[in-house]
């Protein structure tokens, strides 16, 4: 296997393909696999390793060791590595290498940070200011209002927000279906508040912005196409200015707090999982983390002798 341009750019096309076609993988994770790899490609060819057949373990470490050199965070190391191990043993699986150099190799563990989440007050809070800048029947307001409460009713992921059509919503069951990471498809419940808010924006909102450009998607900008995750954070961080000492986190934020709010609640971590659409089970567990804490902190604020 040659390191000329050409050579490594047939082994990445296919790669993507691969990526896209029999692992399900959303472009934005395609993309980053592919950085990631070309990264490690950068490396080996500024350090004159001959070819794929040429990587061995040690190429592999030197890269991560640079990586941490540079002051890449342990997490960017920790996503580098596993794309790169992913990359290896695809190689190896068609036939590309002989066997993965990669099998050996360890990766810095990722620092534990937990996310910051809102507190219920300030959800509720968020969600009254979100309803009251809607009074106006302004479509985008509308919409505004139909997002964030199918955010924290639901927990699903901004990217799966922006991507829903109507008919994904069922309004009479209160549950909406959501394609989720892999191309796994889950439905998940909301309840009466996101319920009026969505009929307000299908009924009152949407039909006074809707077009030519606008398909079945259910949330459109002000032009007609279908809003972006951009539109949604925007707001999100528009509304959260008007809830005091509120932290300005995103819709990933929401999602968090959502997910922290229902474990708070009584709810299965396992329920959350399947809400969430997480893969592992060891995803959702961290917000067992932030529970715990949220708990240890109100004790150390309220009890006597805490």
Known sequence: ME?????????????????????????????????????????????????????????????????????????????????????????????????????????????????????????????????????????????????????????????????????????DRCVVRVMGKGSKERTVPFGTPAHEAVIAWVELGRPQVAGPASGPALLLGRRGRRADPRQIRSALHDLLSHVPDAPDIGPHGLRHSAATHLLEGGADLRLVQELLGHASLATTQIYTHVSVDRLKQSYRQAHPRA
């Open 3 to 171: 390191t000329s341009e050409k050579g490594w750019g047939e082994v990445l096309a296919a790669f993507e393909r691969y990526l896209h076609s029999e692992r399900g993988r959303s472009e934005h994770t395609t993309r980053a696999y592919l950085g990631d790899v070309r990264s490690l490609v950068s490396f080996l060819d500024e350090t004159g390793v001959g070819g794929l057949r040429d990587v061995r373990l040690q190429d592999l470490r030197a890269w991560l060791a640079q990586q941490a050199q540079s002051g890449a965070a342990r997490s960017t190391i920790a996503r580098r590595s596993a794309a790169v191990r992913t990359f290896l043993g695809w190689a190896t699986q068609t036939g590309r290498l002989d066997s993965d150099p990669s099998l050996r190799l360890v990766a810095p563990k990722r620092g534990r940070h937990l996310p910051e989440v809102l507190r219920q007050a300030d959800a509720t809070a968020l969600l009254d200011v979100a309803a009251v800048a809607s009074d106006d029947q302004d479509p985008i307001h509308l919409r505004d209002r139909a997002a964030l409460e199918l955010l924290y009713a639901s927990g699903i992921r901004v990217g799966e927000l922006a991507a829903l059509d109507i008919d994904d919503v069922d309004l």
